[in-house]
């Protein structure tokens, strides 16, 4: 599915995933997963308006970015 912009659902969360990994330096976890969260909300949001998820996908899709462990810790 694409959005408005030409771009794909898929295309907008992972440049948001990158975008929050690319910032974590192992310190700023919580920051930085309010940052992904609010920015899951704000491309949802956009998705909603356009008609392209329902409610109940956008509520799902964040409950599944406030689980989620973004930024990824990495333990070596």
């Known amino acids: ?3 408005d912009d030409g ?3 898929m295309d907008q969360l992972n440049d948001l995933v990158s975008e929050i990994e690319e910032q ?3 310190e700023n976890w919580d920051e930085l997963h309010r940052q992904f969260t609010r920015g899951i909300s704000k491309i949802t949001y ?3 308006k356009d008609r ?3 409610r109940r996908q956008r509520s799902e899709l964040s409950s599944a ?3 989620s462990n ?3 810790v990495y333990i070596d």
Do not use: D, E, Q
């Open 65 to 67: 970015a406030w689980r």
């Open 46 to 48: 956009g998705w909603r």
């Open 7 to 9: 771009t794909t659902m």
């Open 24 to 26: 974590y330096n192992g």
């Open 52 to 54: 392209l998820i329902s």
């Open 1 to 3: 599915v694409f959005s």
């Open 70 to 72: 973004i930024p990824h």
